[in-house]
T-cell receptor, first 114, second 116 residues
Framework: AQSVSQHNHHVILSEAASLELGCNYS??????LFWYVQYPGQHLQLLLK??????LVKGIKGFEAEFIKSKFSFNLRKPSVQWSDTAEYFC????????????FGAGTRLFVKA | EAQVTQNPRYLITVTGKKLTVTCSQN?????MSWYRQDPGLGLRQIYY???????DKGDVPEGYKVSRKEKRNFPLILESPSPNQTSLYFC???????????????FGQGTRLTVV
């Protein structure tokens, strides 16, 4: 069955530390890849997305992600986190299965210590 | 202002009492979805709709119904709610589910449903 795995459920970092959140998916066909962020008490917002072309995509707030097709991975990175990055991060995949089903990972809660 | 509006934001109901959660978007988006968010499970897609009168099951459709009679509205119906449907529900819309259309999903504020 298709699935999206996020390896870290909770991450605690100090400000200025580098961040990498892992995301792997299981589906052999065409995918569209997304990272969303959910700040406490708010709805999800798009950080970045990948469909084709350069596998390194840049999003808002200094985030970037790299698509590695051979590893079915789409890891999120940020060189230097800030306290305001404290949030939950979700990786998502939209599959072209005739329809367009979207599958989210379980999420990673990031806490950044000031 | 571009937005996705869900109502109600909070709802407590009893087992078996039919309820509807409304979702409306003002961006002329074709693709709309319903998700439920549960701790440790992330968001799971319940149903999605590619356009008016076109709906399809997501990963967890059991116990739910949807309809898409107009482009802007995508209500979620629980015919006979049960306690295991207690969750946080999000509606989302995007212009298109796949490129070349704009695939950015806009989410509603969420509906916290408790079934007792």
């Amino acid at each position: 069955a298709q699935s999206v795995s996020q390896h870290n459920h909770h991450v605690i970092l100090s400000e200025a530390a580098s961040l990498e959140l892992g995301c792997n998916y299981s589906y052999g066909g065409t995918v569209n890849l997304f990272w969303y962020v959910q700040y406490p008490g708010q709805h999800l917002q798009l950080l970045l997305k990948y469909f084709s072309g350069d596998p390194l995509v840049k999003g808002i707030k200094g985030f970037e992600a790299e698509f590695i097709k051979s590893k079915f991975s789409f890891n999120l990175r940020k060189p230097s986190v800030q306290w305001s990055d404290t949030a939950e991060y979700f990786c998502a995949v939209t599959l072209n299965t005739g329809g367009f089903k979207t599958i989210f990972g379980a999420g990673t809660r990031l806490f950044v210590k000031a | 202002e571009a937005q996705v509006t869900q109502n109600p934001r909070y709802l407590i109901t009893v087992t078996g009492k039919k309820l509807t959660v409304t979702c409306s978007q003002n961006m002329n988006h074709e693709y709309m979805s319903w998700y439920r968010q549960d701790p440790g499970l992330g968001l799971r897609q319940i149903y999605y709709s590619m356009n008016v009168e076109v709906t399809d099951k997501g990963d967890v459709p059991e116990g739910y119904k949807v309809s898409r009679k107009e482009k802007r509205n995508f209500p979620l119906i629980l015919e006979s709610p049960s306690p295991n449907q207690t969750s946080l529900y999000f509606c989302a819309s995007s212009l298109s589910p796949t490129p070349p259309g704009n695939t950015e999903a806009f989410f509603g504020q969420g509906t916290r449903l408790t079934v007792v």
